[in-house]
């Protein structure tokens, strides 16, 4: 069974860090990619970025590219999203998403992911 667990949000300061995890079970994380997204209240989901696990490549929102980092562990099956220079924009639940490479298209398109987590909360206070 594939399995996705998010942790590592909580409530920071701006200008503060953070790093989430995503824990995947159930697959093996080298033929997948993993995506973040991001839903505020009132506001549409966001892709805020992705990364191919095979090759590494990563992908960034525009609104937080230079500021959010992802990477992977495959050992530990595990992907990170280190979130620096947190602004209260960044408020929100972030998810981790799964999708097979060999179907994977549109890194930001939250329809392309066939497997989600339950989210982590993450508040930013100015």
């Known amino acids: 069974e594939v399995q996705l667990v998010e942790s590592g949000g909580g409530l920071v300061q701006a200008g503060g860090s953070l790093r989430l995890s995503c824990a995947a079970s159930?697959?093996?994380?080298?033929?997948?990619?993993i995506g973040w997204f991001r839903r505020a209240p009132g506001k549409e989901r966001e892709g805020v970025g992705s990364?191919?696990?095979?090759?590494?490549?990563?992908y960034y929102a525009n609104s937080v590219q230079g500021r959010f980092t992802i990477s992977s562990d495959n050992a530990k099956n595990t992907v990170y999203l280190q979130m620096n220079s947190l602004e209260p924009e960044d408020t929100a639940v972030y998810y981790c998403?799964?999708?097979?490479?060999?179907?994977?298209?549109?890194?930001?398109?939250?329809?392309?992911?066939?497997?989600w987590g339950q989210g982590t909360q993450v508040t930013i206070s100015s």
């Open positions: 998403a799964a999708e097979p490479l060999q179907s994977w298209q549109f890194w930001d398109s939250w329809i392309e992911y066939d497997y």
């Open positions: 159930g697959f093996t994380l080298g033929d997948y990619a």
């Open positions: 990364i191919n696990n095979s090759d590494g490549s990563t």
